[in-house]
């Protein structure tokens, strides 16, 4: 019985040894990304396109802004809501980005949305003066925190909303095409 129990146990041993040296045997390759022109840029997310999300120093390094790489292109400057720095936090798969970002003043940061090449967008916050957007997911769902009035964080989830004016606006548009129509056709 002995004898059986220690050749299980070297059995057990051999096939672990072989399991952990066959994951740490993956090969990975690391590209530089560079910088936004400052000396350290740090990468926060990754999509399933291999679109990377983060912050990099400027030039001179007085301050750092949210960036987004794509292979084959050079880091692209997202800009800030005003204040001197940002950081991009996330990525979905449509390319959205976000994180947060100094206002004007630098005295407080905001949750930002940036997508499509427009400027950031401010996310709000829960009626205190700061929030933050850590991630986000391909629905448009953006997880992350907001302060409320009296300075506590709150954990919150920002959901895209259709804006009822532009689908009115749409809806008068086509209702007046079609009224234009009808009248021409009498």
């Known amino acids: 019985m002995r004898r059986s129990s220690a050749l299980l146990f070297v059995g057990v041993v051999a096939l672990t040894t072989l399991a952990i040296t066959s994951v740490s045997a993956t090969q990975y390759t690391m590209i530089d990304l560079g910088t936004l022109g400052g000396t350290a840029a740090g990468a926060g997310g990754i999509n399933n396109s291999g679109q990377v999300v983060g912050d990099s120093r400027l030039t001179g390094d007085a301050s750092s802004h949210a960036f987004l790489w794509q292979n084959g292109s050079r880091m692209r400057d997202l800009g800030t809501l005003g204040g001197s720095d940002s950081y ?3 990525i979905n798969d449509s390319g959205q ?43 448009g769902l953006v997880a992350g925190w ?36 009808w009248r021409r056709r009498r």
């Open 88 to 90: 991009a936090i996330g």
């Open 97 to 139: 980005v976000v994180g947060f970002s100094l206002l004007t003043g630098n005295s407080h940061e905001h949750a930002f949305l940036w997508q499509n090449g427009a400027p950031m967008h401010d996310l709000g916050m829960l009626g205190g003066t700061d929030s933050g957007a850590l991630g986000i997911n391909d629905s």
């Open 146 to 181: 907001a302060s409320d009035a009296t300075g506590v964080r709150h954990a919150v989830v920002w959901a895209p909303v259709c804006e009822p004016p532009s689908l009115l606006a749409l809806l008068c548009g086509l209702a007046g095409i079609g009224g234009m129509m």
